[in-house]
């Protein structure tokens, strides 16, 4: 069967329309589902759901219901006619000026997502890198390839994430083929992308006082503006950033084995061969940690913040970001790292901001004043909130609170 579920991805990411897109994902579903009677509907997504009890599971089958949760629209369950403070997909996505997804049954998206994790091993079979899928952030580069190839789509980063797909394959999700793909999970993850790009952009102006929000965000010496990104996974972002100068350095911190991947992503076989004109000084430096070791990170966070004299600290502007992280890590840990990055600020007297779309901690549903809550007593005040459908539900920006953490 593994070997039909191929040969059928290998269809899909080549079928000419995306109504025939869906029908070949439901005879695969159905194929799969007469091979798994034991299974109701348990799909990889479902899985991972159970080991994060925490997040609100996609609806999945049961005996009880006859399979009637799973032909449910995803997301007609939130939205302010439903009494929910999590925003429809429809609205989350047009306020970040991204194209909706398409409004499909539970199935179907579970069924595309069954579907893109049987291409993966095809897809990377003869790439040298060979990444693995650490917390799903291999899925997530090859969907934020198909808005990233959308010059339409404030997403777009001129092919930068499709510059780190392996050869040959890379091209089923190139320019002239991504307007095929019915809007699913890529339109789902185009929808952070953009907060969180648009978020930072806005930071970056004001510290720079290139809007009337300038003294929002630090004092007047500080110019330089860095981002420290925490479990960036195969992410362009700091990439992105840095190519178009609109920051001034960039960290990333992340597992052993994917800073190890991620290095040869970037080095002179897969990204600097492609894209000669950035140089190997100016990327992003990658750093392996543990981020459920939240000592060995502090660590880490000072030496970042203090690697110059301290004339050089002050002026600059320290940026972190969440991305679907947080929704890995244990329980308390979350909250801890937020903590963390404010006191390192406030410790050596720094300018710094926070922007995440990611799973707050004692935050349950989309309701602002507990995200309020949550942030102040780790040191934050909120600026922007924009709640979303999906694991990583929570999107915001938030400045340094200069008279530090309230307690609880």
């Not at 940026?319 to 947080?326: C, D, L, T």
């Not at 007297?349 to 949550?374: V, Y």
């Amino acid at each position: 069967m593994k070997r039909v579920a191929s040969a059928f991805c290998i269809a899909f990411l080549l079928l000419p329309t995306p109504s025939f897109s869906l029908h070949i994902l439901r005879f695969i579903s159905s194929s799969q589902s007469r091979e798994r009677t034991h299974r109701t509907g348990a799909s990889a997504f479902a899985a991972f759901n159970n080991k994060n009890t925490s997040a609100t599971p996609i609806a999945t089958t049961s005996v009880a219901d006859g399979g009637a949760s799973r032909n449910k629209i995803r997301g007609d369950r939130y939205g302010v006619h439903n009494n929910s403070t999590i925003p429809t997909p429809e609205d989350a996505a047009i306020s970040v000026g991204v194209r909706p997804p398409i409004r499909t049954s539970v199935k179907t998206w579970k069924r595309a997502w069954r579907l893109h994790g049987a291409a993966l091993p095809i897809l990377h079979a003869f790439d040298s890198c060979r990444p693995e899928d650490s917390s799903l952030s291999l899925r997530c580069l090859w969907l934020k390839a198909l808005s990233g190839n959308d010059p339409s789509s404030p997403a777009f980063d001129d092919g930068l994430a499709f510059d780190l797909l392996p050869p040959v394959f890379r091209s089923i999700v190139g320019r002239r083929v991504r307007w095929l793909y019915p809007r699913l999970h890529h339109a789902n993850i185009e929808t952070r992308t953009a907060f969180l790009d648009r978020a930072i952009d806005s930071i970056v102006s004001s510290v720079r006082g290139e809007d009337e929000r300038s003294s929002n965000y630090g004092n007047e010496e500080a110019r330089n503006v860095r981002l420290v990104s925490l479990g960036a996974g195969y992410d362009v972002r700091s990439v992105k950033f840095i190519e178009r100068q609109m920051v001034d350095g960039a960290f990333e911190l992340d597992l052993p084995r994917v800073v190890e991947a991620k290095r040869l992503l970037l080095g002179p076989k897969r990204l600097l061969r492609r894209r000669p004109w950035l140089k190997e000084e100016n990327l992003p430096r990658l750093i392996p940690v543990d981020l459920n070791e939240v000592e060995d990170l502090k660590s880490i966070l000072k030496g970042i913040l203090t690697s110059s004299s301290k004339d050089t600290w002050q002026k600059w502007h320290t940026i972190f970001v969440f991305e679907g992280v947080m929704i890995y890590l244990d329980e308390g840990v979350p909250s801890s790292l937020l903590g963390l990055c404010s006191d390192v600020l406030k410790e050596h007297q720094l300018d710094g901001s926070l922007c995440f779309a990611d799973r707050l901690e004692n935050c349950p549903g989309g309701e602002r004043r507990f995200a309020e809550t949550e942030l102040l007593k780790n040191g934050w005040e909120l600026d922007e909130w924009r709640p979303k459908p999906g694991l990583a539900r929570h999107a915001g920006s938030a400045k340094l609170r200069k008279e530090g953490r309230i307690p609880n």
